[in-house]
């Protein structure tokens, strides 16, 4: 694993270590960065009481460090939520989903009171785009929202062999305007069949912590 993840996966435990408690649960997102802190994790997996997942590849992670994993429903709510992201903007909207598990990880988002999202300095740029923009749809969706998408001027291109854990499709977009972050996250999630896309505007993180190497 790259010194930079390990890195601000250790700032990441040091934001939270001296506020976990017994009673505590904590949200964890999806992806290699991830997969690091929850390396950190599992050496204070005594000071928490658990884990809510965006993705069935982190809880098999968490499960394997001794790290209980609970389902949403089954908790009053989240204290930190912890994640990675593909961009960041100078104002912390994000663009999120090439694991594949943006949905999720915006619902856990949405639950957290903090959202602490951890990047290396390669994920920070001036405005959102470059990299491809996630868009889960229902399979029989994907024609009518690839329409809808080329007439908002971006360029869908499906993500060939993927399935989500939701068992959906994924579009992976080019060439729509995301200056204004906020309005392109609704528009595009207003659109029949988008389950959800990965812009994360709405719920955008509290604290982000870039690697300092």
Known sequence: MSASKINVAKQAMEFIQDKLTSSMVIGIGTGSTVNCFIDELGESSHLFKGAVSSSNASSKLLESKGIEVFSLNDVNGIDFYIDGADEVDKNNNLIKGGGAAHTREKIVAA???????????????????????????????????????????????????????????????????????????????????????????????????????
């Open 111 to 213: 639950a957290a009171k903090d959202f602490v999202c951890i990047v290396d300095k390669s994920k920070l740029v001036n405005e959102l785009g470059s990299f491809p923009l996630p868009i889960e749809v229902i399979p029989e969706s994907r024609s009518l929202v690839a329409r809808k998408i080329v007439s908002l001027g971006g360029v869908p291109k499906l993500r060939v062999g993927t399935k989500t854990d939701q068992n959906n499709e994924i579009l992976d977009v080019t060439g729509l305007d995301l200056s204004d972050p906020l309005e392109i996250e609704k528009k595009l999630n207003s659109i029949a069949g988008v389950v959800d896309n990965g812009v994360f505007s709405i719920n955008k993180p509290t604290k982000v912590l870039v690697s300092k190497v």
